[in-house]
């Protein structure tokens, strides 16, 4: 049986998790794998508060660098979280030779080929299930189950405090700021909540997932991201009418040499299984040359979920796996096609004045810019009140929506800010 | 870049799919594991007929042992089928300190302890993750992403033409025979069916499941196997009108140091992600201690998702990955437990004579067994008519059932034979 000694920088909520998970299951672990994991050292600036779990007080230090530097500690547990000090941290023990676990997607989405190139320099792995998805193996099964599989597409729902919210609206009619406040209060949602609320969370995921199976890091820039911040129980009961959910969605494709990218809130048909992932669950539907659709499930954040991703790499350093960052690094860049260039279906809410001719004029300004309407739904209302008008289009460019989204807007029989979202039909 | 020489035993179906594969994307898994897979030799009694995929004339031959003992062959893909032939061929190859991949769910499940004594014996990796839920990653799941859990359920859609069937029958209204005709002719159902169609073959994947979650081969005569032979349209609607999606389930659950296993047709909420897998799908709902419920969904059956499982494995043992035979021989045994020891709840639907203390009569019956109704529902008929009536019973012993529809079905006023089927709470 040998030993594997786990240093943990940052003991916040998931710190604790990984602790309570490795003393609770550590000889389940060695009897599978042969490795017993080990708590070594526990680096956090408060070493006082009690996290809900037991620990040795030889463990606790407020040095995080004597822990990374402690020749004694064979797997550094970075969950420290932001980009400043805990990339410092993790290249420290990966120039050092030291394996680094990680589920901090923030700081893979925005310094990715700089602590790769660092991990394949060294030999160090540096490994990050925990970075997508919470718990769902599913970086895994990118890179082990479906190796043998180019990736058409993957369709996201990432972000669990969104995903919480949106299901809460549609189940209980209520609005975005009353739910949002109602799970900042159960701690389902940071404060601020902004991270997660604009889309920003979901897009440092979706980067994890693109870079991995596309074989180079792709930049924040490249894409369009767009939370669910203000969005109108309205649209939700609509959905709802025409046969769909909204989600919001990390769209990732393959496309003629490129990959396609959008992280926006999505009309997902009611039939599709993303739309039965409900509350903080999340979600990835990959789609693969040879394998087809599969999707995998499961809570995408929380102190235990997140702790079991975070221990499965702990236990893949210990058989001295080398991790995968030369996957990431397989080609200089990605040429990524952000939303303006990619063709999409929409459905279009807007308040018109019941006047004769409005709904001509809004149809000739998508005419106009090559957008043209599946179909349209107004229902009666009395006369002289504002009128909710449905369009839903067929497929057209993202930035023609743009453009007619503008010019429908400053129409006069047009009242208020006309809303736009993406319909997904998953590949048709 | 090292090369892989792969060496193919039977040229069905996945086989084909093995070779399209590896001829399509061989050069990228290179890229990303820095190991080529080749094709070296591929065995088959039948080596003229067109498989639809180009084949060098000097990879086919007729005699497997030639592969399984050609120096050149670095590893050996059993797509054989069957326990005689498969077994020897596996046996021999992995004596010879030579790595097996195969998708044979009837082998593992009756020889499963010989084969994995000689793959731990020899060092020779056997790996098998095609054998359960096709293309779907699911074992590697349990093995490496939630090594750091106890599991504490799986509940699985393992059979592809039985889900497919079931799908149809509820979509359509149609029964039993005519989709079964049907999907023979459309070549989703094999001649003869019984392997699938009786649960059989949904039981081989249950045993390698539990053998890998709870570290020890288990007995196929170990638990109950039920499958959907003969069911009736009228099921189907009934549970419809409850809330409920009928679907063969393998259940496998922790309990008190036991492990329950059953394989049977179970009524599935509609609200569970379980009732969204359609078609010829499958899925496989995994309970962790640490991690929560997670899925996994995909094809679990065909040319191209098996062939995704397989490649992926050939590429693990290129690696030199050991496999985990030695987890599922961690104990000497499981005691398991049979259905009739398990509690479940229950609906039973049977056709009454309109006598007026008929119900009575049955409920007498159960109550006597320890069974309580949780509902009853009963139509309006006309007068003199049989009388379809269900009951939804609360959680009782599955041998008090089958005394209760013994007795049931010998009272003069119940027409024909009951039918019970599980009633699945998920863990509740």
């Known amino acids: 049986m040998k030993e594997v000694n786990v240093g943990i920088l940052g003991f916040g909520t998931v710190g604790a998790g990984v602790v309570e998970g490795l003393l609770k299951n550590g000889e389940l672990m060695a009897q599978r794998t042969g490795f017993f994991p080990k708590i070594g050292q526990i680096a956090d600036l408060d070493i006082q508060t009690d996290r809900g779990v037991q620990v040795d007080p030889s463990w606790m230090t407020t040095d995080a660098l004597s822990v990374i530097d402690d020749p004694e500690i064979d797997v550094i547990v970075e969950l420290i979280g932001g980009i400043t000090i805990a990339k410092e941290f993790v290249l420290r023990a990966l120039n050092n030779g030291k394996p680094v676990v990680t589920a901090n997607k923030a700081l893979l989405a925005e310094a990715g080929r700089e602590l790769f190139e660092a991990s394949v320099k060294s030999g160090a792995g540096l490994y990050f299930e925990a970075s997508v998805g919470g718990g769902i193996p599913v970086l895994r099964a990118l890179r082990d189950g479906l190796v043998g599989n180019q990736i058409k597409s993957m369709y996201g729902i990432l972000n669990g405090t969104c995903n919480y919210i949106l299901t809460r609206m549609e189940r209980e009619g209520l609005d975005f700021d009353t739910v949002l406040a109602e799970a900042q209060k159960l701690g389902y949602a940071e404060t601020p909540p902004d991270l997660d609320i604009d889309g920003l969370d979901t897009a440092h995921k979706a980067v994890v ?168 739904i107004q229902k009666e209302q009395n006369a002289g009140e504002q009128v909710p008008v449905v369009f839903l289009t067929h497929k057209a460019l993202e930035k023609n929506f743009a453009a007619a989204m503008e010019e429908i807007g400053m129409l006069d029989a047009v009242d208020g800010k006309p809303v736009r979202m993406a319909i997904e039909d998953f590949g048709e």
Request: glycine letters at 10%; hydrophobic letters at 45%.
């Open 209 to 376: 997932l693109a870079s991995l199976a596309y074989g180079a890091p792709v930049s924040m820039d490249a894409f369009t991201i767009e939370g669910i911040r203000g969005l109108s129980h309205r649209e939700i009961a609509y959905a709802d009418e025409l046969g769909y959910r909204i989600k919001l969605l990390a769209v990732i494709r393959s496309a003629a040499g490129e990959v396609e990218m959008r992280v926006e809130p999505s009309l997902v048909p009611k039939n599709h299984l993303l739309a039965a992932v409900h509350d903080s669950f999340n979600a990835v539907f990959v789609e693969g040359d040879i394998v087809g659709d599969t999707l995998y499930y499961g809570r995408g954040a929380g102190r235990l979920p997140t702790a079991s991703a975070v221990i499965g790499d702990v236990m893949e350093a210990a058989a001295g796996g080398a991790g995968c960052c030369n996957w990431l690094l397989r080609h200089d860049s990605l040429a990524v096609r952000g939303a303006e260039d990619i063709s999409i279906r929409c459905y279009l809410r807007m308040s018109l004045k019941d006047q004769p001719d409005v709904i001509a004029k809004v149809a000739h300004v998508l005419g106009k810019n090559d957008i043209s309407i599946a179909s349209i």
